[in-house]
């Protein structure tokens, strides 16, 4: 089973909006949850982070004011809601988790999903 599921990319123009969705199986346990970013060419990014015990979350200095991360913990889903997309935004994204304390960078994170495509365009 495919410990987490991203779903919500898609092609936008410059200034849209997209929500992100990533559903995370019953069988992990995740104190950091995040979102990464990959661009054709370049490193693996990350964009936001969230604790989910206290809530607690970081971001990018690239996205800050327009993303916002969030979990439902009901649903066992994290999000992230992306406003005021740029053409430079575009690339893969990607939801992770880990069971231990965590920030922004990937080799902190050891559960992964298959990634979902977000294209801005200008």
């Not at 997309?85 to 575009?90: F, H, I, N, R, V």
């Not at 690339?91 to 294209?119: I, K, P």
Request: hydrophobic share 30%; with cysteine; charged share 15%.
């Amino acid at each position: 089973q495919v410990p987490l599921v991203e779903s919500g990319g898609g092609s936008v123009q410059a200034g849209g909006s997209l929500r992100l969705s990533c559903a995370a199986s019953g069988n992990i346990y995740n104190r950091c949850m995040g979102w990464f970013r990959q661009a054709p060419g370049k490193e693996r990014e990350g964009v936001a982070y969230i604790n989910t015990r206290i809530g607690s979350s970081y971001y990018a200095d690239s996205v800050k004011g327009r993303f916002t991360i969030s979990k439902d913990n009901t649903k066992n889903t994290l999000y992230l809601q992306m406003n005021s997309l740029k053409p430079e935004d575009t690339g893969m994204f990607y939801c992770a988790a880990t069971q231990w304390l965590a920030g922004l960078e990937a080799g902190q994170y050891n559960y992964w999903g298959q990634g979902t495509q977000v294209t801005v365009s200008s």
